[in-house]
């Protein structure tokens, strides 16, 4: 869960009522004091936006959002830059083409804060979350199927290999199969009844996440293809990023930070030439490190903002390399495995 709003900006248009996560450390990665171009691919509430904005005044900003609830909110934001940041309801796979159209190339830094907004959370009538009873929608965007629709229409086994594979939910075909019974009486259509069929099957740990945590994940992610969307988010920086330009990621849960982990190392040049084909010359680095492992929040900000709490920050300067085509293993992390109704525990 992300916390992409703005703690004293206002640039959401209103009062403040998110904090961006690891900012402090977003901008000695990103180094946005160098001026330049510079791309936000996740606006939310324009926290770095702000932030990026600030830190310097010979720094131009590109931002994009998915979600037009926030490209409408962020115009006061647009509206005060005085002509330094231009923002635009798009995904940020796509970036480096908006960038282009907008004459943003080559940027001197990236940064995607991956996941879904605070703000999001925190609507019932965006369906992202069962602490608020609401339609069982969860798209970012305003197109492509809803969380209803794949809850109500996708087979058995594609449901548990959904759960299991984006929600690492130990219980999957359990989970799969209450699914298939309940819509059989009727279309499953609210939050607040997913939440209830999950956690009639799955148990609750002592002072552990709410039961339908993982599967309210997976769907998410299902939804957005939001795996996916940051595979091509990477290749499209590699592409778009002038030399020493600087790519920052804050990931939320482990299947995204295994893609940008396996991305920055492919692309850095680490593990040498392959075994299998010793006579090859490994490519040219196209990335060098700026972080050394993940950078992750102190105990004061998890203490101040829990959404925090399982954030990872890793950064990478762009060399002079040419970009490479799309790395077949990092794409691999994002897809669905083949259907498999054995995975996903006891059923």
Not at 47 to 65: F, H
Not at 138 to 151: K, L
Not at 158 to 186: P, Q, W
Not at 255 to 278: M, N, T, W
């Amino acid at each position: 869960m992300t916390g992409r709003g703005d703690g004293d900006a206002g640039a959401a248009g209103g009062p403040a009522r998110h904090v961006p996560v690891l900012l402090g450390e977003v901008l000695v990665a990103l180094a946005p004091e160098r001026g330049g171009r510079f791309l936000d691919g996740t606006f939310g509430a324009g926290g770095y936006s702000a932030a990026i904005l600030k830190a310097s005044r010979a720094a131009r900003l590109l931002a994009l959002d998915r979600d037009p609830t926030a490209v409408m909110a962020g115009e006061k934001l647009v509206r005060s830059s005085l002509g330094r940041l231009t923002l635009i309801e798009a995904c940020f796979g796509e970036l480096d083409a908006v960038a282009a159209g907008e004459g943003f190339v080559p940027l001197d830094g990236v940064v995607l804060d991956i996941g879904v907004s605070s703000m999001q959370l925190d609507e019932g009538e965006r369906g992202f979350s069962f602490r608020l009873d609401g339609p069982l929608d969860m798209r970012m965007g305003s197109d492509g199927d809803s969380a209803a629709d794949i809850v109500n229409g996708a087979s058995e086994a594609r449901l548990a290999d959904i759960i299991y594979h984006y929600g690492e939910e130990r219980r999957a075909r359990a989970v799969a199969h209450a699914l298939i019974e309940a819509r059989r009486k009727a279309p499953i259509r609210t939050t607040r009844e997913l939440a209830d069929i999950v956690a009639s099957i799955v148990r609750a740990e002592p002072n552990g996440p709410h039961p339908a945590t993982r599967t309210f994940q997976a769907l998410r992610i299902a939804v957005n293809d939001e795996l996916g969307e940051l595979v091509r988010a990477l290749h499209a920086a590699e592409r778009a990023l002038a030399p020493g330009g600087r790519l920052v990621v804050v990931t939320f849960h482990s299947l995204e930070d295994r893609i940008v982990k396996q991305f920055f190392a492919k692309r850095e040049g680490k593990g040498g030439a392959s075994r299998y084909l010793p006579g090859l010359a490994p490519a040219e680095p196209t990335f060098t490190g700026v972080t050394r492992g993940p950078v992750l929040p102190g105990e004061a900000e998890v203490r101040a903002n829990p959404r925090a709490r399982s954030a990872k920050l890793r950064a990478a300067a762009r060399t002079m390399a040419p970009a490479r085509e799309e790395e077949t293993s990092v794409a691999a992390l994002a897809a669905l495995p083949a259907a498999s109704s054995s995975r996903g525990g006891r059923a």
